[in-house]
C-alpha cells in the first residue's frame, strides 16, 4: 500500500537514496551576474608585457601600415625606410657615418605627435643601430625620458659588401688591460661566418667565446686584453659566395695610469734677450685615445698681445708593446720685450681632470 502510495502522488517510482557526488543537482539562480574571475599570474604577466612595449618606435611598411620593431631588422641595401617615434620631442640616433658626410638621403622632421626618420637609397654603410627618445625638458635643460625610447638595429644586406664599409683602410685599436677592445669588422648579413685572423705569424685566432667573443652588432671583443694580443688582424665573413676580407686592424696595447694629465712645462730660455723668439712648451703624456685640451695665461694676455700656439699629437712605442700618446702645446713670443717677462701657465685637461704647471722667462 505505501508502494501504491508514492507512485499515486508522483507518477514516479520510488529511488533509493545515495550519496550526491560533487556538484550534483546544483542549480544557479537565473538572475545573478557572475562576475568572471581574471587569473592574477595573468594579470601580472599582462603587465610586465606592456611595459616590454613601451617601445615609442615604429616602421612603415609597404602597405602603408605600421608594426613595431623588433631588436633587428634586415633589409636589402637599396631599399628605403621609414621610421617614426611618438612623442612632440623626439630625438633620433643614427650611425654617424650619415653625419659624416651630411647625407641628403637621411632626413627627420618633427611633426606634432610624432618624428618622422626617413632613409632613402640604402647602402651596407647604413647597417647600424637606429634608436629613439622623448626628452624632457625644463626651460633649457632637457634630460632622456627612459621610459619612452625605442631602438632596433638595421641590417642593409649586399652580397657584395659582407663587412660594414669604413673610410679607412687601416684602423688602431687600443688594447687597454681595464676595459675590453673591440674589432670593430661588423658584417651586413647577420648569417654570415666570420673568422679573426693574425697577419704574423700568419693564422686564424681561436675564439673562446670568454676571453675573445664575437657580436654581429659589434665585432670582436677581446674581454681581458693583454701584450700578447698586440699585432696586425682582419676578419674573413662568408655567405653564399667567396669570402671577403676586413680591413686591417693594428692592435696596440697600452697601460697608462688614469687621472688628470701627466704635463711638464719648459722654455726655450729662461732668460731671453730683447727681440728674441722664445719657445713655451706644454707636454703631456697620457692614453694614445684620450684627447687633451689645453689653455694659457702669459704676461699682457689681457692686452691683447699677439703670440703664436700650436698643439699637435703623436703616438711613441715604449717597448714591450706600450703605446704612449705625446700631446704638445707651444706657445711662441716673437721678438721678446720687457713687457714680455714673467709667468707662463700651463692647464692641460682631460676627462680626468686637469693639471696646472708653469716657468718664468725674465729679461737678459
Given at each position: 500500500?505505501?508502494?501504491?502510495?508514492?507512485?499515486?502522488?508522483?507518477?514516479?517510482?520510488?529511488?533509493?537514496?545515495?550519496?550526491?557526488?560533487?556538484?550534483?543537482?546544483?542549480?544557479?539562480?537565473?538572475?545573478?551576474?557572475?562576475?568572471?574571475?581574471?587569473?592574477?599570474?595573468?594579470?601580472?604577466?599582462s603587465?610586465?608585457?606592456?611595459?616590454?612595449?613601451?617601445?615609442?618606435?615604429?616602421?612603415?611598411?609597404?602597405?602603408g601600415?605600421?608594426?613595431?620593431?623588433?631588436?633587428?631588422?634586415?633589409?636589402?641595401?637599396?631599399?628605403?625606410?621609414?621610421?617614426?617615434?611618438?612623442?612632440?620631442?623626439?630625438?633620433?640616433?643614427?650611425?654617424?657615418?650619415?653625419?659624416?658626410?651630411?647625407?641628403?638621403?637621411?632626413?627627420?622632421?618633427?611633426?606634432?605627435?610624432?618624428?618622422?626618420?626617413?632613409?632613402?637609397?640604402?647602402?651596407?654603410?647604413?647597417?647600424?643601430?637606429?634608436?629613439?627618445?622623448l626628452?624632457?625638458?625644463?626651460?633649457?635643460?632637457?634630460?632622456?625620458?627612459?621610459?619612452?625610447?625605442?631602438?632596433?638595429?638595421?641590417?642593409?644586406?649586399?652580397?657584395?659588401?659582407l663587412?660594414?664599409?669604413?673610410?679607412?683602410?687601416?684602423?688602431?685599436?687600443?688594447?687597454?688591460?681595464?676595459?675590453?677592445?673591440?674589432?670593430?669588422?661588423?658584417?651586413?648579413?647577420?648569417?654570415?661566418?666570420?673568422?679573426?685572423?693574425?697577419?704574423?705569424?700568419?693564422?686564424?685566432?681561436?675564439?673562446?667565446?670568454?676571453?675573445?667573443?664575437?657580436?654581429?652588432?659589434?665585432?670582436?671583443?677581446?674581454?681581458?686584453?693583454?701584450?700578447?694580443?698586440?699585432?696586425?688582424?682582419y676578419?674573413?665573413?662568408?655567405?653564399?659566395?667567396?669570402?671577403?676580407?676586413?680591413?686591417?686592424?693594428?692592435?696596440?696595447?697600452?697601460?697608462?695610469?688614469?687621472?688628470?694629465?701627466?704635463?711638464?712645462?719648459?722654455?726655450?730660455?729662461?732668460?731671453?734677450?730683447?727681440?728674441?723668439?722664445?719657445?713655451?712648451?706644454?707636454?703631456?703624456?697620457?692614453?694614445?685615445?684620450?684627447?687633451?685640451?689645453?689653455?694659457?695665461?702669459?704676461?699682457?694676455?689681457?692686452?691683447?698681445?699677439?703670440?703664436?700656439?700650436?698643439?699637435?699629437?703623436?703616438l711613441?712605442?715604449?717597448?714591450?708593446?706600450?703605446?704612449?700618446?705625446?700631446?704638445?702645446?707651444?706657445?711662441?713670443?716673437?721678438?721678446?720685450e720687457?713687457?714680455?717677462?714673467?709667468?707662463?701657465?700651463?692647464?692641460?685637461?682631460?676627462?680626468?681632470?686637469?693639471?696646472?704647471?708653469?716657468?718664468?722667462?725674465?729679461?737678459?
Amino acid at each position: 500500500w505505501l508502494l501504491f502510495l508514492i507512485l499515486l502522488v508522483t507518477g514516479q517510482p520510488a529511488k533509493s537514496k545515495r550519496p550526491k557526488e560533487p556538484g550534483e543537482n546544483k542549480i544557479k539562480p537565473v538572475n545573478k551576474k557572475v562576475k568572471p574571475k581574471i587569473p592574477r599570474m595573468k594579470e601580472r604577466e599582462s603587465a610586465d608585457s606592456s611595459l616590454k612595449s613601451q617601445s615609442i618606435l615604429t616602421q612603415m611598411t609597404d602597405e602603408g601600415h605600421f608594426q613595431k620593431l623588433a631588436a633587428t631588422l634586415s633589409l636589402s641595401a637599396g631599399q628605403s625606410i621609414e621610421l617614426r617615434c611618438k612623442g612632440s620631442n623626439v630625438t633620433w640616433n643614427y650611425p654617424s657615418y650619415l653625419d659624416t658626410f651630411k647625407d641628403s638621403r637621411l632626413s627627420i622632421k618633427q611633426l606634432d605627435r610624432y618624428s618622422q626618420l626617413i632613409l632613402t637609397n640604402s647602402t651596407a654603410a647604413d647597417t647600424g643601430e637606429y634608436s629613439c627618445w622623448l626628452q624632457l625638458c625644463n626651460g633649457n635643460k632637457c634630460r632622456k625620458d627612459e621610459t619612452k625610447t625605442g631602438s632596433t638595429y638595421i641590417f642593409f644586406t649586399d652580397k657584395e659588401e659582407l663587412f660594414v664599409p669604413t673610410p679607412s683602410y687601416f684602423d688602431i685599436v687600443y688594447l687597454n688591460p681595464d676595459k675590453p677592445a673591440v674589432i670593430p669588422c661588423r658584417v651586413t648579413t647577420p648569417s654570415a661566418k666570420v673568422t679573426l685572423h693574425r697577419e704574423f705569424p700568419a693564422e686564424e685566432i681561436e675564439i673562446d667565446g670568454t676571453d675573445i667573443t664575437y657580436d654581429v652588432k659589434k665585432g670582436f671583443v677581446y674581454q681581458h686584453p693583454t701584450s700578447d694580443h698586440k699585432g696586425i688582424v682582419y676578419c674573413k665573413a662568408e655567405s653564399q659566395g667567396a669570402p671577403q676580407i676586413s680591413i686591417k686592424y693594428h692592435l696596440l696595447y697600452v697601460e697608462v695610469p688614469k687621472g688628470p694629465p701627466s704635463t711638464t712645462i719648459a722654455a726655450s730660455s729662461t732668460r731671453a734677450e730683447v727681440g728674441n723668439s722664445v719657445h713655451v712648451s706644454c707636454t703631456v703624456l697620457g692614453e694614445p685615445d684620450v684627447d687633451v685640451n689645453f689653455r694659457w695665461q702669459y704676461p699682457e694676455q689681457e692686452s691683447k698681445r699677439p703670440v703664436i700656439i700650436q698643439n699637435f699629437w703623436r703616438l711613441i712605442n715604449r717597448g714591450t708593446g706600450h703605446t704612449t700618446r705625446i700631446s704638445k702645446s707651444v706657445l711662441v713670443v716673437e721678438d721678446f720685450e720687457a713687457r714680455d717677462a714673467g709667468n707662463y701657465v700651463c692647464i692641460a685637461q682631460n676627462l680626468q681632470g686637469e693639471t696646472t704647471v708653469a716657468t718664468k722667462v725674465e729679461l737678459n
